[in-house]
């Protein structure tokens, strides 16, 4: 069978999976993400990887590409699809159990999605997102649109990433600033603006040409450059009552986060093609601009609306792991560690087997990871092994009975006696 | 909009998803899970959901229903499908990484796999699996045979189970024993034998008698009714070269597991179907025998060999951790807590917004699970949210400056002053 391989292991784009050094650390930071999550009182919820394609479409949602699910053998399975957010998975969570949910509901949800798209960088066919949102019967609290980003930023300072920023706006800013203008149909405009980022502001304003005056565009743009507080805003004298509106939304959440600097107005943040009605957020590196966000969301008015005759408004927003976690590793600026999560290799000495087990087991009672190396091999070579692992610590069970336990410490070379009812490790993993 | 909604919000059948309360616990077992199989040195591993068809289809296995990756849109996604188990991408891992993997490779993976079954009882088409495998190059150490047991017995009693055993057997022991008896095609003998569970003792025989002769159908049942040591099958007087490795080997797996009293012989266990050339586990409820095996595996000689030109032998047992939990879920036997993981509501009092938010950010500073209250309702509304989260503590921050803090536990009605940077909960989280 070995003398014919007939397969290459290839990797599939688009489907990241990576070494075991680097998931021990991606798993340090979902363990990071999910404590930060519960630390603000939020449930965690999964939900299955599939929904019926008709609850995966029911926002006339096109623009991501969505998997399908067939039977090798043959029959079709319905009509079922692998989801591509966490948003419509949660909206039809929460229709569903409604009456066994308390509200304002909030849940947290760390899973992978796919999405059929043509892989690029830090963009994947299946990546894992960590999303937080709230969903109320008829009202959210504005407090949560204030709550959610300081959620995030907590998770994202704990993670030590390079500087990022956390723009802030509210759909109804622009939108408000459209009707002050008497511009005919604002949801043009918040789509061209929301390309700024790709096309700049010159292309921004090529494509608002087509529709409007040279004044609005113009004033559109004076909008679209503004950073930092509201006042700027209100100081180019639009007026609108949804403009208000959106204004002091938009105030009352810089207000509350006015401790956090690098959370920031800014007024060409539309979040375009989504379902947004007022406060939006968008997450990006301040070294890579150009980079996908590594957050975003916002407030939407009712996505379980297709499902159940109540409404369900809610304001969320999803951070996208894979797409931080990859670039980091791509920088090389994550900091790995052994593959291995042990604290100590057990060597096996001649002939005490049972003593080597024993001594392992004691080790394991007392919380810590124990490897006991696997056959009786020269001391060197076990030795090696642990090296070659990163485990930092080589613990010899004693030779004969009556003689002591000793440890070594295989940075410095230090062997000890040491005691496995009270031995511990007096510094921190490296790389943990 | 949510005047008509159009799509009731249907479980699908066979994919599970848990009310809150029920995946606390699910995320309580899957942390104790993960633990212990650190503790023993494994390395974590993620494989993506998807493997190409060929690799998935490499072992010629058609015994599980794959799922197959379309696109909504059109575009067929070359043939991609979801892993059914977690062996098969392992090894196409293993052989794909080779050169940067230290040996014996240890590993474990938590991971959702899919099979396009009929959903029964314990049998999903989503579910997640628990997988400890070690794989190393050309032989592994039959060390391995008794640790990966030990760590298994390790998670099962951590999760304080009803009675379960784990049976050991041996592939050679039934194939080596049928050589002895003359049998010309052991392999008809292991699959007849395999379905002693479904079909007793008695449709063994019948379709054994097909083929063989009376005595030795005999002799086979009498084997298959052994439990305990090999000692037993010894006295049976039947011999061949390959039943004497076979009982040598499961005799080193059954000394070293000694001290364990529900991991037991039984030479009945065949794990028919699969690849196995050597040690079986399977593991059992005492008081559903025919709910199915709640862990299984054995040693393998070469899964990879489809994709490189080396021989990875491996052993392993795989976690039917989704299986397991909903049984405990459908028999009561869960120990389910309140919904929310939060520790403490913070009340949110009148114009005391700052206050209340410098409050909760104390508290979360010190490592506790905090829910802020999100609007300015009376404080007997706020408790009533708190109760019926299950939140066992409220806070109530001054209502004026230089007044101390209080704290209220709801389960005794005590309220007592309190400081934010001194105050612990002196019980355990109920339900955690």
């Excluded at 040409?209 to 743009?221: F, G, I, K, N, Y």
């Excluded at 180019?236 to 006015?258: N, P, R």
């Excluded at 010899?396 to 005691?419: I, W």
Aim: with cysteine; net charge negative; proline share 6%.
């Amino acid at each position: 069978m070995s003398e014919q391989p007939v397969l290459r292991p290839v990797p599939v784009g688009g489907f990241p999976e990576w070494l075991p050094h680097v998931r021990l650390v991606e798993l340090r930071w979902l363990d990071v993400i999910r404590a930060a999550f519960e630390r603000y009182g939020f449930c965690s919820v999964e939900t299955p990887s599939v929904e019926r394609m008709e609850v995966l479409l029911a926002k006339g949602e096109t623009s991501k590409e969505v998997y399908s699910l067939g039977r090798a053998q043959g029959a079709e399975e319905g009509r079922l699809g692998l989801h591509f957010d966490l948003t419509v998975p949660f909206a039809r969570y929460a229709a569903q159990h409604f009456n066994e949910l308390v509200f304002p509901f909030k849940r947290y949800q760390i899973q992978r999605v796919w999405r059929g798209e043509r892989p690029q960088e830090g963009r994947f066919r299946e990546f894992t997102q960590c999303d937080v949102d709230v969903i109320d019967v008829d009202e959210v609290a504005p407090h949560f649109d204030a709550e959610l980003p300081r959620l995030v930023h907590d998770v994202l300072t704990s993670l030590d990433l390079p500087p990022w920023t956390l723009a802030v706006s509210n759909r109804k800013v622009l939108q408000g600033f459209c009707e002050g203008l008497g511009v005919a149909e604002p949801l043009d405009v918040v789509r061209a603006v929301d390309k700024i980022d790709k096309i700049g502001p010159d292309g921004v304003a090529a494509l608002l040409a087509e529709r409007l005056r040279p004044a609005q565009v113009e004033a559109v743009l004076e909008l679209a450059r503004l950073r930092g507080d509201v006042g700027a805003v209100r100081a180019l004298g639009v007026e609108s009552a949804l403009l208000a509106e959106g204004l002091d939304e938009l105030d009352f959440v810089l207000d509350e986060l006015s401790d956090l600097p690098n959370v920031v107005a800014d007024f060409s943040v539309a979040r375009g093609l989504d379902y947004y009605t007022g406060t939006v957020y968008e997450g990006r590196f301040v070294d890579w601009p150009e980079y996908g966000a590594i957050c975003s969301g916002g407030r939407y008015d009712d996505l379980a609306g297709s499902f159940i005759r109540r409404r369900l408004p809610g304001v969320g927003l999803s951070i996208g792991f894979s797409r931080i976690f990859a670039k980091m590793l791509a920088e090389g600026l994550l900091d790995t560690g052994p593959a291995s999560p042990a604290d100590v290799l057990v060597v096996l000495p001649k002939d005490r087997r049972r003593t080597a087990t024993a001594t392992a087991k004691a080790l394991r009672d007392r919380g810590l990871a124990v490897e006991l190396y696997h056959q009786e091999d020269k001391v060197a070579k076990q030795l090696r092994y642990a090296s070659r692992k990163g485990i930092p610590f080589a613990w010899f069970p004693p030779f004969a009975d009556g003689r002591p336990h000793e440890v070594k410490d295989l940075a410095t070379g230090v062997q000890e006696e040491a005691d496995p009812a009270s031995w511990s490790r007096d510094r921190g993993r490296p790389g943990r």
